[in-house]
């Protein structure tokens, strides 16, 4: 597509509930990030994909939250067992070659994912 | 370990100059410039490789300083339409152009 596009928009849910949210990146970025940003906040590193595998995940902040990327294309964002403190708007980025590639990695960012747990 | 960024707001009528600066308590390979409106995603603006390098987009342009470990942005005679929050991304990790984000300068521009 024309931007990354991240759905739902917005998303409300109950402590201990199950969230997915969903990234769809520029057509032809072999790259993809999650960020997750507070409010005040600068973005937060959760998670890289090259392709389909995860380059770096060491920004998930426990073994509640993962991710996937099946086909080197979409990507989910899961999150288990959701709580307060996991409110926050969830952003994903691609970028055309990933990181390591000199001048390349240009992250274009989605409009992001409001997560707010009640 | 992310970079500090100062100062936190700047206020300033359309044609004044700014400068936000960013510093990083570690070894930079890039430094990323972004520009975030309210309620929007953040917008690439540039990203400097080399150190003491300047690059510009309008009429902002950056400098890295590798040794003092220092990325500035200036903003030229600013715009209305500069306003907004700026975040500076530093490596990750050596060399791996994954930036991770300083807390923002919010940036407001008067008529």
């Known amino acids: 597509g024309a931007g990354v596009s991240q759905t739902p928009s917005n998303k409300v849910t109950e402590k201990g509930k199950y969230v997915e949210l969903r990234c769809d990146p520029i057509?032809?970025?072999?790259?993809l990030y999650w960020y997750r940003q507070s409010l005040g906040q600068g973005p937060e590193f959760l998670i890289y994909?090259?392709?389909?595998?995860?380059?770096?995940d060491s920004g998930l902040p426990n073994d509640r939250f993962f991710a996937v990327r099946p086909e080197g294309s979409v990507s989910t964002l899961k999150i288990q067992r959701t709580e307060r403190g996991d409110s926050a708007v969830y952003l994903c980025?691609?970028?055309?070659?990933?990181?390591?590639?000199?001048?390349?990695?240009?992250?274009?960012f989605g409009a992001g994912s409001r997560l707010t747990v009640l | 370990q992310q970079p500090v960024q100062s100062p936190q707001a700047v206020i300033l009528r359309e044609g004044e100059d700014a400068v936000i600066n960013c510093s990083s308590s570690?070894?930079?390979?890039?430094v990323h410039w972004y520009r975030q409106k309210h309620g929007e995603a953040p917008v690439f603006l540039m990203i400097?490789?080399?150190?003491?390098e300047q690059k510009g987009h309008e009429k902002i342009s950056a400098s890295f300083n590798e040794k003092k470990q220092q990325s500035s942005l200036y903003l030229t005679a600013s715009q209305l339409s500069y306003s907004g929050t700026y975040f500076c991304?530093?490596?990750?990790?050596?060399?791996?152009?994954?930036?991770?984000f300083g807390r923002g300068t919010s940036l407001i521009v008067h008529p």
């Open positions: 980025a691609s970028s055309l070659t990933g990181p390591g590639a000199l001048g390349a990695n240009v992250l274009t």
């Open positions: 057509s032809g970025h072999t790259a």
């Open positions: 994909f090259q392709g389909t595998g995860a380059a770096d």
């Open positions: 570690k070894a930079l390979y890039s």
């Open positions: 400097l490789l080399k150190g003491g």
């Open positions: 991304g530093t490596d990750r990790a050596g060399g791996s152009y994954i930036p991770t």
